[in-house]
């Protein structure tokens, strides 16, 4: 009887948290291009042909393949699954539907220059950095008039009951990012930085947005491209996410 009893228990606590919910929200989409850049290839001929990336393709691309790689562990939603337009109230909206724990929106950096290279990881807090203010000023577009008011306010309210956790999971990912990515891919740590992104605000859960490299970068971009590139940012978020996971106190686990 007590072996049966420490097999039951040992399959309760070794099973897929399935009641924790993971929302990972692909940016832009739809007519919202996000970051666009101009890549040259060759084809078959040798000919070089000219090619635009879009910021929202790389990332539902990155975003399909952290949900399979979650999904054996937690329950995990995409915010769209295909190319199309979601606004930010939706994606937050979203959030609540599905009851998230979790959220986490996928992003690529651009800039006016081309030397800036790397990765970072943003959790919602105030500060006073004007260079995340450019990159907030990108991300929050669509946000204006009486709601960008409302926004300030509900941020404030937000940052009080999400800032704890969001920066733990933060750093979380990023050092797990870091470990996978930086020696393999040569890939300079920008940090985990606070910034003020509406999305996750409106999302009122503990959340992260990850800028995963520079697509103005011109050789950074090729490796944002790349198959492998996508594969192990993927697996390490999702390993990031399950180590924020193991730090959580225990919930009671209903065994009936």
């Known amino acids: 009887m007590k072996f049966l009893i420490l097999s039951f228990l040992f399959f309760i606590f070794s099973v897929p948290s399935f009641g924790f919910v993971v929302l990972i929200d692909p940016g832009h989409g739809g007519k919202e291009l996000g970051a666009v850049s101009t890549i040259y290839l060759k084809d078959r001929n040798g000919k070089k042909i000219k090619k635009k990336v879009y910021e929202k393709d790389l990332t539902l691309t990155l ?25 930010l109230e939706k994606r937050a909206e979203l959030a609540d539907t599905v009851k998230a724990d979790l959220f986490i929106s996928i992003h690529f950096n651009s800039s006016s220059s081309h030397k800036f290279h790397g990765f970072e990881t943003y959790y919602l807090d105030n500060h006073d950095d004007k260079a995340i203010k450019k990159v907030e ?76 490299g520079f697509m103005s970068n011109p050789k950074e971009i090729f490796k944002i491209r790349s198959k492998a590139y996508l594969d192990v940012y993927a697996e390490s978020i999702a390993q990031g996410v399950v180590k924020y996971y193991g730090t959580l106190p225990p919930k009671e686990i209903p065994l009936f």
């Open 137 to 212: 000023a990108i991300e929050n577009i669509g946000m204006e008039g009486e709601n960008k008011i409302i926004n300030h306010i509900l941020i404030d309210l937000v940052i009080k009951q999400t800032v704890g956790r969001s920066k733990k999971l933060a750093n979380s990912i990023h050092d797990t990012v870091g470990q996978k990515m930086q020696k393999r891919f040569r890939l300079r740590d920008r940090g985990v930085k606070p910034g003020l992104f509406y999305v996750l605000a409106l999302s009122k859960r503990p959340g992260v947005l990850v800028e995963a």
């Open 63 to 87: 975003a399909k393949k952290i949900k399979q790689k979650l999904e054996k562990h937690f329950s995990t939603y995409l915010t769209r699954s295909f190319d199309r337009t979601v606004s």
